[in-house]
């Protein structure tokens, strides 16, 4: 059974930084390509990051030079670092593990606000 645990999230003033984590089980962690997503209130969930099996990147226009995506294997774990936040970057996040299937994880909140 996946399972996927988000935590890090929290209020944060703008300019402020989070790191985000996400920990994979019941998956071979180093086959998946693995996604962060939000939503925030009235918008429909968007990719904000993503990093394949052999550590290919990509950004959502919006996050890229302030967000980090990076991965390790060896702990099942994938990481977001925020960076440079505003109010704008307020949403629930969303790990997601894809080979095929989506899993997901259940979410964490991110609050900018000043």
């Known amino acids: 059974q996946v399972q996927l645990v988000e935590s890090g999230g929290g209020l944060v003033q703008p300019g402020g930084s989070l790191r985000l984590s996400c920990v994979a089980s019941?998956?071979?962690?180093?086959?998946?390509?693995m996604n962060w997503y939000r939503q925030a209130p009235g918008k429909q969930r968007e990719l904000v990051a993503s990093?394949?099996?052999?550590?290919?990147?990509n950004y959502a226009d919006s996050v890229r030079g302030r967000f980090i995506v990076s991965r390790v294997n060896a702990k099942n774990t994938v990481y977001l670092q925020m960076n440079s936040l505003t109010p704008e970057d307020t949403a629930v996040y969303y790990c997601?593990?894809?080979?095929?299937?989506?899993?997901w994880g259940q979410g964490t909140q991110v609050t900018v606000v000043s």
């Open positions: 997601n593990a894809y080979l095929g299937v989506d899993s």
């Open positions: 019941g998956i071979i962690f180093r086959l998946y390509t």
């Open positions: 990093i394949t099996s052999d550590t290919r990147i």
